[in-house]
């Protein structure tokens, strides 16, 4: 019989999507198939703290957390697994990791954090490494980035929560010189829609900015767009697929945090209302943008179609996509021909697939043929 493999899921985290995590894992989870994998439930408090035991999850949901043990994984080759952590800081083997499916959304877990220590202890991990994740997660470095690769972008400005606290006249000035309102404020590093704000005057400004500096110490003002929002998710490695295109219809004014997981008042349309020649542009360019910051694994790339124009601007990649049941990433996937435990058979293997290619690089001068 062959063994299972062993899959620790990592959920909650340090950010303001805490909550979100905590959905996603439970999609991840019930969508594994417990013939083939043994899941190890590793929860991640607000604080910061490592907790894994029998259903850690529900304990995370209920909070609950007495029955758990501190845990930790360590950041060196070789110690491929689990540790419990006892008071005297002794450690205990709990479980060896094949493979460890990281589902924190935001700061400490999708920002490249969390990956640098899974490559340190060398570990398959499901996503992309740690230059994808940091690069995708910071919104004004992601565009910067699309820039230079003829990738369209909204027009933004990036602020720094000190001249928002320092000089919010100055801050103020610089946003309205950027667009008419109405304008976005969000935090560069977040996700879920978590501290953005449509403002439509002065006044909303400046609590918009308040806002998001809450979040991150740089604050994205973009211009606001009338445009539809057209996701599609992105599957592979060096190679990676699109799936056809979805559509948000935000129930709000815009897809904010209530609308995506409180409200239940937006639609997901699946394919998106676009033609097909706009729909396969809009895939390109997230398989475009996927290979530029050199994503693996999965990514959920958001666009804007401006309505009045048509033109194409190109909103974010989460390289941590959300796996809620509502959420569009495995939505797409399911309609374009590739149910939910198909994709988490998919991303495991791609996992494995991209430490395999990590293994077999050289790490010390001389050990490999340089002819």
């Known amino acids: 019989m062959t063994a299972k493999m062993v899959v620790g899921v990592i959920f909650g985290g340090r950010s303001g999507e805490h909550e979100v995590s905590l ?4 999609s991840i989870i019930d969508a594994l198939d417990p013939k083939k994998y043994e899941v190890i439930q590793i929860g991640i408090t607000h604080d910061g703290r490592w907790l894994s035991g029998t259903n850690a999850l529900q304990a995370f949901k209920q909070g609950n957390l007495e029955d758990l043990e ?3 994984i360590l950041p060196e080759p070789g110690w491929e697994a689990l540790y419990a952590m006892g008071e005297g800081r002794e450690l205990t083997l709990l479980h060896k990791l094949d493979v460890v499916f990281p589902v924190l959304h935001g700061s400490f877990g999708e920002d490249g954090t969390l990956q640098g220590m899974l ?3 060398e570990i398959a991990y499901v996503g992309a490494g740690v ?3 940091s690069v995708a997660m910071d919104k004004g470095i992601f565009k910067d980035v699309m820039q230079v690769h003829n990738i369209p972008v909204v027009d933004f400005i990036v602020l720094r929560s000190d001249q928002i606290e320092d000089d919010m006249e100055d801050c103020v000035r610089r946003a309205e010189a950027l667009a008419p309102y109405p304008l976005f404020t969000k935090p560069a590093n977040m996700g879920s829609s978590v501290g953005v704000s449509k403002v439509n005057n002065r006044r909303e400004l400046k609590q918009g900015l308040h806002a998001a500096a809450k979040y991150d110490r740089r604050v994205l003002v973009e211009r606001g767009v009338d445009a539809q929002e057209i996701e599609v998710s992105v599957l592979g490695n060096e190679e990676p697929d699109a799936s056809i295109a979805g559509e948000i219809v935000p129930g709000a004014e815009f897809y904010s945090y ?3 997981y409180i409200d239940d008042t937006s639609d997901l349309h699946i394919p998106a209302h676009i033609d097909e020649v706009t729909s396969e542009e809009i895939r390109r360019l997230a398989i475009k943008a996927f290979k530029v910051i050199d994503g693996a694994g999965m990514a959920r790339a958001d666009f804007l179609l401006e309505r009045e124009t048509q033109r194409i601007y190109i909103n974010e990649l989460n390289t941590i996509p959300g796996f809620t049941k509502i959420s569009m990433y495995p939505k797409l996937w399911e309609a374009s021909g590739l ?12 996992a494995l697939q991209r430490r395999a290619q990590s293994d077999r690089l050289v790490r010390r001068y001389g050990e490999g043929n340089d002819n």
């Open 119 to 121: 490559e340190m202890a």
């Open 339 to 350: 149910a939910y435990p198909e994709l988490m058979d998919r991303l495991i293997e791609l």
């Open 70 to 72: 501190p845990v930790m």
């Open 23 to 26: 959905m996603s894992a439970t």
């Open 258 to 260: 209530e609308a995506k």
């Open 131 to 133: 230059l994808a994740s």
